[in-house]
């Protein structure tokens, strides 16, 4: 057994960052945190927000981003033998590929790291007036690891493609072969030692 939907993540309905409490009037979105016991105190080895704002998706979007964070931050912090595979997860868990090949819970389409999205846009139709415009695409997702002034550094990078203009299937076909060809990059050699120099620095 795997991690569960929501293992590791919290919902926050506000926050303030100065304090790292929540405070009125902030962002709402959602939170991962790893603790672990060591010499009878507790330590935080991993925490990140995903606000909703920053999202197009809102609630939804932010949640996807957070789990793709959250399923790449367990793989490390299980190599590095920080923590302990979550509840009955197999100890061959520790010897997985990247988290970035790992299927998340929440998938619907059946494919590591493509995920179907909901956009909405707002058009104006004059005397002031707005209308919400919905539409769909299929995005493909990924944690890359790259060298940024002699440091190695990590982002989320994401490939779209609208339902509206390939059709459902063929943008679906698109996104998959966008995630293929980029899992190739990620699984390659260059790319596992700018993650390892990553890890090192940031255990």
Same mark, same amino acid.
């Given at each position: 057994?795997?991690?569960?939907?929501?293992?590791?993540?919290?919902?926050?309905?506000?926050?303030?960052?100065?304090?790292?409490?929540?405070?009125? !009037?902030?962002? =709402?979105?959602? %939170?991962?945190?790893?603790?672990?016991?060591?010499? #009878? +105190?507790?330590? &935080?080895?991993?925490?990140?927000?995903?606000?909703?704002?920053?999202?197009?998706?809102?609630?939804?979007?932010?949640?996807?981003?957070?789990?793709?964070?959250?399923?790449?931050?367990?793989?490390?912090?299980?190599?590095?033998?920080?923590?302990?595979?979550?509840?009955?997860?197999?100890?061959?868990?520790?010897?997985?590929?990247?988290?970035?090949?790992?299927?998340?819970?929440?998938?619907?389409?059946?494919?590591? !790291?493509?995920? =179907?999205?909901? %956009?909405?846009?707002?058009?104006?139709?004059?005397? #002031? +007036?707005?209308? &919400?415009?919905?539409?769909?695409?299929?995005?493909?997702?990924?944690?890359?690891?790259?060298?940024?002034?002699?440091?190695?550094?990590?982002?989320?990078?994401?490939?779209?493609?609208?339902?509206?203009?390939?059709?459902?299937?063929?943008?679906?076909?698109?996104?998959?072969?966008?995630?293929?060809?980029?899992?190739?990059?990620?699984?390659?050699?260059?790319?596992?030692?700018?993650?390892?120099?990553?890890?090192?620095?940031?255990?």
């Amino acid at each position: 057994m795997g991690l569960t939907q929501m293992a590791y993540i919290s919902r926050i309905n506000n926050w303030n960052y100065k304090t790292k409490k929540p405070a009125k !009037g902030r962002s =709402k979105g959602w %939170r991962i945190r790893f603790i672990i016991s060591e010499n #009878g +105190k507790y330590k &935080n080895v991993g925490d990140k927000r995903f606000n909703d704002n920053k999202y197009a998706g809102g609630k939804d979007e932010s949640l996807v981003y957070a789990k793709v964070w959250r399923d790449s931050k367990y793989a490390e912090l299980l190599i590095f033998g920080i923590i302990e595979p979550y509840r009955s997860a197999c100890r061959k868990s520790k010897n997985v590929p990247p988290a970035s090949t790992h299927l998340t819970v929440n998938n619907t389409s059946g494919v590591s !790291g493509v995920t =179907k999205f909901k %956009r909405r846009y707002v058009k104006k139709i004059g005397c #002031g +007036k707005t209308r &919400n415009i919905y539409s769909f695409e299929w995005r493909a997702i990924w944690i890359e690891y790259y060298i940024h002034k002699e440091k190695p550094q990590r982002k989320f990078e994401n490939k779209s493609f609208s339902v509206r203009k390939y059709g459902d299937k063929e943008a679906f076909d698109m996104a998959c072969e966008a995630r293929a060809k980029k899992v190739k990059y990620l699984l390659s050699s260059h790319h596992m030692k700018i993650r390892q120099e990553y890890q090192k620095q940031n255990k």
